[in-house]
């Protein structure tokens, strides 16, 4: 089992998305708080971001931001948080968040969630850290990825056991258990950068 204090979530920063994602996002901040976990997240108050953000806050929970000066500047962070951080670039904000977590939990989103999702599998696959990613295919939405990826490894470009760098899950409901399921952490390198 692995011991966990603060869960990334990556997740879409638009709202105008259709109610089931923002329902799953709005549980899912919850069920983290119920948990007693902090949310680890990209510091908006737009989108899922901020229903996930609003959602922990709103249940107890703590909340950790990590938000690069130019968007910020656009005043899109979110100012209630337990915890707002303005850093200087994207990587800078890519590696507090993932140092300041135990696990990863990705829902729907867009360009910026699957970079996310892909680096940190990236990173599990060449040992960079061995901690639990989640993928809450929530109505379907990550199904093709996940049969794109399937594809990957049958063609040769990655090994089988390379599927298990991440779990499928169909509802947020199912992210708990899964997480405390997951097998504790063999290593706990420090993040390595490019």
């Known amino acids: 089992m692995t011991d966990i204090k603060n869960v990334c979530v990556y997740c879409g920063s638009s709202s105008n998305v259709d109610d ?6 709005t549980k899912m901040g919850g069920i983290i708080a119920s948990e007693g976990w902090g949310v ?12 996930v953000a609003d959602a922990a806050l709103d249940n107890g929970g703590k909340v950790y931001g990590y938000i690069p000066e130019h968007i910020q500047e656009r005043e899109v962070e979110h100012t209630d ?8 670039t994207m990587h800078v904000r890519k590696q507090m968040m993932v140092d300041r977590s135990q696990a990863f939990v990705i829902l729907a989103g867009g360009l910026g969630t699957l970079d996310e999702f892909f680096e940190l599998a990236t990173w599990k696959q060449l040992g960079l850290h061995d901690k639990p990613i989640v993928l809450v ?14 594809n990957i490894a ?16 169909k509802s947020v409901e199912d992210v708990a258990q899964t997480l405390k399921e997951a097998p504790r952490e063999k290593f706990d390198p420090a993040t390595k950068w490019i």
Do not use: C, P
């Not at 948080?81 to 200087?88: A, K, M, P, R």
């Not at 990655?158 to 899950?169: A, G, H, N, S, W």
């Open 20 to 25: 089931i994602y923002k329902e799953q996002a």
């Open 40 to 51: 680890v997240y990209g510091g908006g108050r737009v989108g899922l971001m901020g229903l």
């Open 81 to 88: 948080l337990s915890e707002l951080h303005i850093v200087d």
């Open 137 to 150: 295919d929530i109505d379907g939405y990550w199904t093709k990825m996940v049969e794109a990826i399937h």
């Open 154 to 169: 049958e063609k040769g470009f990655m090994r089988d056991t390379d599927l298990e760098l991440f779990t499928v899950v």
